[in-house]
T-cell receptor
Framework: DGGITQSPKYLFRKEGQNVTLSCEQNLNHDAMYWYRQDPGQGLRLIYYSQIVNDFQKGDIAEGYSVSREKKESFPLTVTSAQKNPTAFYLC??????????FGPGTRLTVL | QKEVEQNSGPLSVPEGAIASLNCTYSDRGSQSFFWYRQYSGKSPELIMSIYSNGDKEDGRFTAQLNKASQYVSLLIRDSQPSDSATYLCAVNLGTGGGNKLTFGTGTQLKVEL
């Protein structure tokens, strides 16, 4: 059953805490992406990776970090430096230069 | 000026009517255009992609692209209540950096019985 999985579905973070969101795909896609969506807004790109062991900052990378040690996995860490992390986080993947497909998302709330 | 612009709506159409959703973009070098449907609380689902000028049809959906006017639209024929969702326009703005997409803020569509 091919697709993109994200975990957890819901995540709660205390002030000053780092949290890591998981994203895994078994579509054999080279590229993976992380977006953030706030209510009433479109998606904004946080980080993306086109190849293992390489990634680039998107439009809103401050306060976030990523790694791409395996083709299938692209975890996102929301650090304590991100001052307003409450949002819906979406992971996507694609073959290079082709359509992006999204996982089900993780909803992060700061307590 | 926003790079990808959509009317936020809501756009209300009666069941069975044609819904017309519009999107404009800023970069003339853009090559790839996508429409995603997003139900409330869910992730976006790709419904159409278009790369060249003209119309592309897939079932009840038609995407229209006019690069000279920097305009892309989505028509939904025989609208159904299940089409009620937010529709996101996404554009590969062609400003470098691989397959980066820029999204509009979405148009909320309501199909009324």
């Amino acid at each position: 059953d091919g697709g993109i999985t994200q975990s957890p579905k819901y995540l709660f973070r205390k002030e000053g805490q780092n949290v890591t969101l998981s994203c895994e795909q078994n579509l054999n896609h080279d590229a993976m992406y992380w977006y953030r969506q706030d209510p009433g807004q479109g998606l904004r790109l946080i980080y993306y990776s086109q190849i293992v062991n390489d990634f680039q900052k998107g439009d809103i990378a401050e306060g976030y970090s990523v790694s791409r040690e395996k083709k299938e996995s692209f975890p996102l860490t929301v650090t304590s430096a991100q001052k307003n992390p409450t949002a819906f986080y979406l992971c996507a993947s694609s073959s290079l230069q082709e359509e992006q497909f999204f996982g089900p998302g993780t909803r992060l709330t700061v307590l | 000026q926003k790079e990808v612009e959509q009317n936020s709506g809501p756009l209300s159409v009666p069941e069975g009517a044609i819904a017309s959703l519009n999107c404009t973009y800023s970069d003339r070098g853009s090559q790839s255009f996508f429409w995603y449907r997003q139900y409330s609380g869910k992730s976006p689902e790709l419904i159409m992609s278009i790369y060249s000028n003209g119309d592309k049809e897939d079932g009840r959906f038609t995407a229209q692209l006019n690069k000279a006017s920097q305009y892309v639209s989505l028509l939904i024929r025989d609208s159904q209540p299940s089409d009620s969702a937010t529709y996101l326009c996404a554009v590969n703005l062609g400003t470098g950096g691989g397959n980066k997409l820029t999204f509009g803020t979405g148009t909320q569509l309501k199909v009324e019985l």
